[in-house]
């Protein structure tokens, strides 16, 4: 009998079918896990260690590079490339004591010189956070394992910048080279596997032999999977190809559940308002404090929460997070939802009509949600009107473009890092640069850290409240869910954990 | 190009039509909707409230509350404002750009057709998506700026309908007639060009708003849309996104979107069946049986007859029709002939007169859904009606051969000569490659043809007609058939080539001793080349005999009326020469 | 006929010149700001500074442009600003997923169209009802509907297939014939219908002319008529329907590779266009429409082979 196309084609899917059936099983449990594959929400911005980005991408270069030092899960400094760390009296010299014996992946040998140099070209870099070591006046080798950094002033989170991608240690091969952006050579668990990776889509890392700290090789091969769409990435959970992600939206997490996962709790960011233009530069409503509390007694927070993240967060009005110094638990209903009281104030400021703002609106986020906060304010007299913003959304926004505007903020595990995110006068998300003398005599004493600086920052937090820099709505639970093979430990203040803190169940 | 244009009774045709009919309530019902949704919407469709957050339906809030506690039903009405006018933009502006620039290119020809042409290239190669996202990033998230650019991109739908309508009515002689006439070229274009456009572009347009809808979808979807406007595309995915959660929220834009685009894509295909008559026939099932006219036509008048040969065709009382509506339409009424062994016979009438189709029918090749409903047609001692395919496929080219009217058209363009006449010889007659090559080569040349290698190689449109004519009379001749049916086997063909292609016919008729069944409308022909006539008129064969007998004394009003037409004279000796 | 090819590659290589002039300012005018993305949201004056200077974004536009057609004539198309990938490895590697799916699925909807399309044409009865069907659900269903439907009914419930990602056929053609089959049923299934109605369309128009009766009156079968006149005949104007579907389904592949997350030409298209990314979007301006040049050009070849009319003239 001549085979039909027809039965040809019932032969291939018949043998097509029972490799499905078992293809992306997790394995049986005895043997170590052969792969872990990771699905990552951001893609990879560079791997060139001097321009890198952390916080969502964090996980790309912990894979292939090692930094001068680490934090744990709960933020606590450990050794990392450098295995000793001190600060002089002053707090303005550090010393670092280098691991001897590293090579790069390209086999160039790692010494104080190269970590001089990396620490520099991060600096001068065009990293979006290169300013962490704005306050690194001079970086030297004193001998081959050796490296005194020199401070213009106190940084009390210099040592968890070093353990992010300031502390980032790539090959002098990689400086100069054209590809450094596409080509990492660093010292890390994991090198690049760069025959099937498929950039903006596919990142696959085989580990490393004779890796130094061999505990953190975890797995022979992993593989991120970059999710540019939410659906998407909700589908590959659903159908069992990812062990580890962390969620688009808390909307998911029903979802991952009932798909058989484990899902991770931890609050990651604050969304809410950012009252920028608090210095009433350029709307002049927003300069005076009774607005900003109007503002914040306008906002339903609970039910903000429940509709656009499903529950999973916190209400709160400070933007310090649970694990930081400066949070105060009774700070997080310091305003609680009463329009009439903020008409009351509204009216008190000179403002008995009511006050119009004018928001950017862009389609990161849903239109739904802006209309919701927008619809909630307009009870209390606060109207907001929205101006389309597209891809100019970012630069105009750190440009001064609107007195207010909704955003989510890290909550950094140091108040330090918070105050250089969003507070210090040339902070990127103090956009107006406003200064108050009560805010920068607050930060001199956190420079110096201790009890006093501890104590500084909770009175900076509770003088932020007060004053209503900020409206936030709620801490947002950040959501990393992972399969039955594998587990993971949260990182706090991050949205994703450690890559060594993605485990095999055994 | 001769569409009907729309007539006014296109709505009431339209709503007679099975789909077209709900189609087009549904539409008028979306576009009411549309219109009247402002006020239509119960709520403010972006008014949120905490509280309407994933609300199950309830009596206030009939579809209940969407992730930001908008009422979903207004949002549904008012979005199915932006929805269509988002595809009406589309339409428009493709319209506009599509249509002047296929009326230029069309009317003015020359560089603006050149230029016309590239242009088209230039947006159909364009990555309508990339252009799209670019556009979007230059200009801001407008849904009516993306939507006038996916107009622009899908202009070339409208061009080429309108460039390909104004070029053939360019060709039609009123338009010359106009031209010289000295009336200007607007007012051309407004009376005769655009009228013969009108109906491509009604019938493009359901098609162009419906890929409009969804081209707005697929943006919303993707994150491109403006989030200000609530569009179905846009509720779509903001549903999908809290699927997990309230499902229903993806089933009520769906809905409207998938109906919306049916509907349209229905009144498309309605207006395309009434616009241009393609409107399918009832299923047989559903049709009334056919029935013969109420009134008996008059027996056929019959000269005596001396021939007494057997007979090898016979045709009693063959009714043909054709399916129509929900019913027939009948060509020929009654039709009665008897062709005799060696006879050539001449089927004489006006065109429409049911004579070809009577030659078809014994042939067995009616046209789509035509039918002998009635009578009978013996040849060679078997009845043909109701012969299965195999049967009559055994008969064909066999013993019945067939030569066309229009030569041209009856050889397949896509062939040469030599593929299309040998391939029925190997198939029906079993030769082999070889010698249907060496049968057609003979045949080529018996028929008169100077270079049968050259024409053998060669495809149809490199003959002339009359060379076409002989290459279809040596592929009809080429089994030696009992009968042949020529229908009208000279009218398309120049004057002296008819002498010709007779002398021809003749010649083949004495050396093959077939019969003949010769449709024609020329007593001229009749006259020069038959033994015997039969005339029809209006379905029926109404007198019939020899063909001295005929022409001497014809009995019925209709032959005294066809003889009384052509130029007297006696028939015209040979050609000479005309024989190689 | 090599002058003809030679003739439609120059107008080809004109239009792909004006295209990437449109493009290239559109884009540009429209994206300010691109120097502080590529920085990162929180990074300084310094920072954008740097990256202006290293991508000559500080210069003019017609400036800019020229020295990117100067090299882009080289055969150098840059590197993407962001990612700092080469964008000719960038656009070609993904453009080969992109084109296997883009050709699986006209291959599938030419196949199934034109069998349906045929069936539809000779039988009428159900082929003609379903082709009817079809390409009405064809056209009103969108492509992500579909796509979603398919990935949650195949991917998430039953789990024959993946859900999302490409596996390249070297690695396992298993594997590659899984992770296409979705999103190519989901391109294929919208144009079935269509190219099936041409099919029988033209297949309708052709059973009407006069040679097929001729041929028929020779005592050739019907099925051979139409499976060797009929078909061949027809062939032209579906092989024109097939061309413009290559062209739609490589719009369409947009979406389609978006909802399962195929690395193909989408995301990258979309990506660079949102963020403004000009060398990587002008790669994959030129690249498409070289791609759709050759297309178009192909098939009219194709074209001429089939209608000696054409290809003789």
């Known amino acids: ?506 | 190009m001769s569409t009907p244009a729309s007539s006014p009774g296109l709505v009431p045709r339209l709503l007679r039509h099975p789909l077209g009919s709900p189609a087009l309530v549904f539409v008028v019902l979306a576009v009411a909707v549309a219109v009247a949704g402002r006020w239509l919407a119960p709520h403010d469709p972006t008014a949120t409230s905490v509280a309407l957050v994933m609300a199950p339906p309830s009596a206030e809030h009939w579809l209940g509350g969407d992730a930001a506690g908008r009422d979903v039903l207004s949002r549904l009405v008012v979005a199915t404002t932006y929805s269509l006018a988002g595809g009406m933009v589309v339409a428009a502006l493709a319209a506009l750009s599509g249509v002047t620039g296929g009326l230029a290119a069309g009317y003015f020809g020359g560089w603006v057709d050149t230029a016309g042409a590239w242009l088209t290239a230039l947006v159909m190669s364009a990555p309508a998506m990339v252009i799209l996202l670019a556009a979007r990033t230059a200009f801001g998230p407008s849904l009516w700026l993306s939507m006038a650019v996916f107009g622009a991109l899908i202009s070339p739908v409208y061009y080429r309908v309108v460039y390909n309508a104004v070029r053939a009515v360019c060709g039609e002689p009123y338009v010359d007639a106009a031209r010289t006439s000295g009336l200007s070229t607007p007012r051309i274009i407004a009376r005769h060009v655009l009228l013969a456009v009108r109906a491509p572009v009604i019938l493009v347009s359901s098609g162009v708003v419906a890929a409009g809808i969804g081209m707005m979808a697929a943006l919303d979807f993707l994150g491109l849309g403006s989030p200000s406007t609530p569009t179905w595309g846009q509720m779509l995915s903001e549903g999908f996104y809290d699927m997990a959660r309230n499902p229903l929220l993806v089933l009520w834009p769906s809905l409207a979107l998938g109906l919306t685009m049916v509907a349209l894509v229905l009144l498309g295909n309605a207006l395309r069946d009434e616009l241009e008559g393609t409107s399918a026939p009832a299923p047989d099932g559903r049709r009334a049986p056919w029935r013969p006219r109420s009134e008996e036509p008059p027996r056929v008048i019959e000269h005596g007859d001396a021939d007494e040969r057997p007979v090898l065709l016979s045709v009693r009382d063959l009714a043909v029709a054709y399916p129509r509506g929900g019913g027939w339409t009948t060509v020929v009424h009654r039709s009665d002939l008897t062709v005799r062994r060696g006879q050539v016979h001449g089927l004489v009438g006006e065109s429409g007169s049911g004579k070809s189709q009577t030659a078809f029918a014994v042939l067995g090749l009616l046209g789509q859904g035509g039918r002998a409903v009635a009578g009978s047609i013996v040849f060679g001692g078997q009845e043909l009606t109701g012969l299965d395919e195999a049967r009559m496929n055994a008969l064909r080219g066999r013993r019945i051969a067939y030569v066309p009217q229009e030569p041209m058209s009856n050889l397949d363009p896509a062939f040469t000569v030599g593929a299309q006449f040998t391939d029925p010889l190997r198939v029906v007659l079993g030769r082999s490659a070889k010698e249907a090559r060496r049968t057609a080569l003979d045949l080529l040349a018996r028929v008169g043809i100077p270079d049968p290698e050259r024409v053998y190689r060669s495809y149809p449109h490199q003959l002339s007609g009359g060379m076409a004519q002989r290459v279809l009379i040596a592929a009809a001749v080429a089994a030696g058939p009992d009968l042949l049916i020529a229908d009208e086997p000279t009218t398309a063909l120049d004057v002296t080539v008819q002498a010709e292609v007779l002398d021809l016919l003749r010649e083949l008729i004495d050396e093959l001793d077939m019969s003949v069944l010769l449709v024609t409308h020329s007593f001229g022909v009749v006259a020069d080349i038959c033994d015997h006539v039969s005339v029809m008129s209006d379905g029926t064969v109404v007198e019939s005999g020899p063909t001295r007998s005929v022409l001497a004394g014809p009995r019925h009003p209709y032959t005294r009326e066809l003889l009384a037409a052509i130029p007297r004279g006696n028939p015209r000796p040979p050609l000479e020469g005309a024989r190689p | 006929m090599i002058t003809y090819s030679v003739k439609r590659l120059l107008s080809g290589a004109a239009l792909l010149a004006v295209l990437s002039v449109i493009t290239f300012f559109a884009l540009r005018l429209g994206t300010q700001g691109v120097a502080q993305q590529i920085a990162g949201q929180s990074a300084g004056p310094e920072a954008v500074a740097l990256i202006e200077e290293r991508y000559g974004l500080d210069r003019p536009l017609a400036q800019q442009f020229l020295s990117w057609a100067a090299s882009a004539l080289t055969g150098d198309l840059g590197r993407s600003w962001f990612t700092g990938q080469p964008v000719t490895e960038a656009v070609l590697s993904r453009l080969a997923v992109t084109v296997n799916l883009a050709v699986g699925s006209v291959a599938l909807t030419g196949a199934l169209g034109v069998l349906l399309g045929a069936l539809a044409a000779t039988r009428r009865g159900w082929p003609d009802r379903l082709v009817q069907v079809l390409s009405v659900l064809g056209q009103a269903v969108p492509g992500f509907v579909l796509a979603v439907g398919l990935v949650l009914l195949f991917a998430v419930q039953l789990r024959w297939f993946p859900a999302t990602g490409y596996t390249d056929p070297s690695d396992s053609v298993g594997g590659w014939i899984r992770s296409l089959t979705l999103p190519v049923l989901a391109l294929a299934v919208g144009s079935v219908g269509g190219v099936a109605q041409q099919v029988r369309g033209s297949m309708l128009d052709v059973l009407r002319r006069d040679h097929v009766r001729t041929l028929r009156s020779r005592g050739l079968p019907r099925r051979r008529v139409l499976y060797r006149y009929v078909l061949r005949n027809a062939a032209g104007p579906a092989l024109s329907v097939l061309g413009l579907q290559f062209v739609i389904i490589l719009s369409a592949a947009v979406v389609v590779e978006q909802v399962f997350s195929i690395p193909g030409l989408g995301p990258v298209a979309l990506t660079s266009t949102a963020r403004g990314d000009a060398p990587l979007v002008m790669g994959v301006v030129l690249v498409t429409g070289a791609l759709v040049v050759l297309v178009n050009l192909l098939v009219d070849l194709l074209q001429a082979f089939l209608n000696p009319k054409v290809r003789l003239s």
């Open chain 1, 1 to 506: 009998m001549k085979p039909s196309p027809l039965h040809a084609l019932a032969v291939t899917l018949a043998a097509l079918l029972p490799l499905t059936a078992c293809s992306n099983g997790s394995g049986s449990d005895s043997e170590q896990p052969e792969e872990l594959v990771v699905g990552m929400p951001v893609d990879l911005t560079t791997w060139a260690a001097a321009d890198a980005a952390w916080g969502n991408e964090a996980l790309y270069h912990q894979a292939v590079y090692d930094t001068l030092l680490r934090t744990d899960a709960q933020g606590g400094v450990e050794p990392g490339l450098a295995t000793e760390w001190s600060y002089d009296e002053s707090m303005t010299r550090l010393t670092l004591e280098l691991r001897e014996g590293v090579t790069f992946s390209d086999g160039t040998a790692f010494d104080a010189e190269v970590a001089v140099q990396n620490l520099l070209r991060f600096r001068d870099g065009a990293s979006e956070n290169a300013a962490n070591l704005s306050s690194v006046v001079e970086a030297e080798a004193v001998d081959a394992d050796t490296v005194e950094l020199t401070l213009d002033a106190p940084d009390p989170a210099l040592l968890t910048y070093l353990s992010h991608n300031a502390g980032l240690q790539a090959s002098p091969e990689t400086f100069d080279a054209e590809d450094a952006q596409v080509r990492p050579v660093g010292s890390g668990p994991y090198v690049l596997d760069e025959e099937a990776t498929v950039v903006s889509s596919r990142y696959v890392f085989t580990a490393r032999e004779d890796y130094w700290d061999p505990e953190v090789q975890l797995y022979p091969k992993i593989t991120m999977q970059y999710y540019p769409d939410a659906t998407a990435m909700l589908n590959a959970v659903k159908g069992g190809q990812v062990n580890v992600t962390n969620l688009h939206s808390s909307s998911q997490a029903a979802d991952a559940e009932s798909a058989g996962y484990d899902v991770h709790l931890s609050p990651v960011n604050w969304k809410g308002l950012i009252l920028a233009d608090r210095g009433g530069e350029v709307e002049e409503a927003v300069g005076d404090v009774r607005v900003r509390q109007a503002i914040n007694h306008a906002l339903d927070r609970e039910a903000l929460l429940d509709a656009m993240d499903h529950g999973y967060g916190e209400p709160t009005a400070q933007i310090f997070g649970p694990d930081s110094e400066a949070y105060a638990e009774a700070l997080d209903d310091a305003y609680p939802y009463d329009p009439d009281r903020a008409r009351e104030l509204l009216e008190e400021a000179g403002y008995p009509d009511g006050i119009t703002l004018v928001q950017p609106q862009t389609s990161f986020t849903p239109a739904s949600e802006f209309e919701l906060i927008a619809g909630m304010l307009a009870e209390s007299g606060i109207d907001v009107e929205a101006e389309h913003v597209g891809s100019t959304f970012i630069g105009d926004l750190l440009g001064g473009a609107w007195p207010t505007f909704r955003f989510a903020l890290n909550q950094e595990p140091l108040p330090w890092m918070t105050y250089r995110l969003a507070i210090a006068p040339d902070s990127a998300w103090n956009v107006y640069d406003v200064e108050d003398p009560t805010v920068e005599k607050l930060a001199e004493r956190m420079r110096l850290g201790g009890e006093d600086g501890a104590a500084a920052s909770r009175e900076l937090n509770e003088y932020l409240v007060e004053q209503a820099w900020f409206a936030p709505f709620y801490r947002l639970q950040g959501i990393v869910v992972t399969d039955g093979s594998t587990d993971a430990t949260h990182k706090v203040g991050y949205a994703m954990p450690n890559l060594w803190d993605i485990v095999p169940v055994s």
